[in-house]
């Protein structure tokens, strides 16, 4: 598989993780969530609050002719999230005058 890769300063993005094979972008958005906020899935506010998990999934889904490729970028909570071609997430804290 031929792979672009949108680049970020390492200082701009708080969290990177690769979207595995077996895994749907919206788990890995969760995973980092997590990873950032040091809170377990259970204490996050549920991700569709904020975007549609399985749309987000969808959008990134391998077909028989063809590969997807695009940014979806949204909001949860203090976290600016991109996913990126459905192979990355990466997530940023928003300074916090964004946030209000």
């Known amino acids: 598989m031929n792979r672009r890769r949108y680049e970020r300063s390492s200082e701009e993005c708080t969290v990177r993780l690769e979207v595995a094979d077996h895994e749907r972008p919206s788990t890995v958005v969760v995973r980092a969530i997590e990873r950032a906020s040091d809170e377990d899935a259970t204490e996050i506010r549920p991700l569709y609050e904020s975007v549609a998990p399985e749309s987000l999934d969808r959008l990134f889904a391998e077909t028989n002719s ?3 490729r695009g ?3 949204f909001s949860v909570d203090d976290y600016e999230i ?3 071609d459905g192979e990355y997430v990466e997530l940023t804290e928003r ?6």
Do not use: L, Q
């Not at 300074?95 to 209000?100: E, F, I, M, Q, Y």
């Open 66 to 68: 063809t590969i997807r």
């Open 71 to 73: 940014v979806v970028a």
């Open 82 to 84: 991109r996913v990126v």
């Open 95 to 100: 300074p916090p005058d964004a946030t209000s």
